[in-house]
């Protein structure tokens, strides 16, 4: 297959991270990172990807391509994150052209374009799908701070899991943000999953400055929602 040729308006990629070895279980892999995002979430740790007015330069996608052509071989894939990838229409050309190439890929999401994710699954171009659970669909308007179609949220859901591929949901862990009391709907919402991350919060750079002082849930409060989830999902970890 030839490269598709992807401008920057339909992809814009502000960052790439070499070599991960974290990113992509059991794989060593590159990281894209994509600019834009349609959530505004308070503890957000890349607010370069998110805010329109602290982007970064965009890296054009051929250059991307051309760095790719000398790590054949060497790398088994490439992670695409954000901000938000699927709000490029670029995504599923760049996902054809990393699959031609011989990649693995795997996508994070917030899980907000189903139909994009459908293209993906069925031209089987991503190989892995980690999705974030932002909180119980009630809640998740309020966590991300935009008007959210929870519909959307649950579409993606159960696709990603219907389909087999391999996955992981996983939700940010920040105290102010999210009940213990919430993870009986979180479970029910991702029942059937594969595997279920539960993240602690690292205090740090946030989106909003409010939340650079959030805290997490402690060690024995974790182990409690890992064994709530544990009742849903095939494996939950703590991270
Ligand atoms: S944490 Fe929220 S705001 Fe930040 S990239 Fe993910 S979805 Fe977007």
């Given at each position: 297959m030839t490269r598709p040729s992807i401008n920057s308006r339909d992809l814009a990629i502000g960052g790439l991270q070499k070599l991960t070895l974290v990113d992509y279980p059991g794989h060593t892999a590159a990281t894209v990172f994509t600019m834009g995002c349609n959530m505004r979430c308070g503890y957000c740790h890349n607010p370069e990807l998110v805010l329109p007015e602290q982007f970064l330069d965009t890296i054009p996608v051929e250059d991307i391509f051309d760095w790719l052509e000398t790590r054949r071989g060497k790398l088994d894939g490439v992670c695409i994150t954000g901000g938000e990838p699927t709000m490029h229409s670029g995504l599923i050309d760049f996902c054809r052209g990393l699959k031609s190439m011989g990649f693995l890929v795997k996508l994070d999401s917030n899980g907000t374009h189903p139909d994009m994710l459908q293209t993906m699954l069925d031209e089987k171009i991503v190989d892995f799908i980690a999705m974030d659970i932002k909180g119980p669909l009630e809640h998740y308007s309020e966590i991300a701070a935009r008007p959210i179609d929870t519909a959307a949220i649950q579409r993606s859901v159960r696709m990603i899991i219907d389909s087999g591929i391999d996955h992981e949901f996983r939700t940010t862990i920040v105290r102010s943000q999210i009940g213990m009391e919430d993870f009986e709907l979180i479970g029910k919402l991702v029942e059937g999953s594969k595997r279920y991350a539960l993240q602690r919060f690292q205090p740090g750079?946030?989106?909003?400055?409010?939340?650079?002082r959030e805290t997490t849930y402690n060690d024995e409060e974790l182990q409690i929602l890992k064994a709530t989830m544990e009742r849903y999902v095939t494996q939950c970890v703590i991270h």
């Open positions: 750079k946030t989106l909003s400055p409010q939340f650079e």
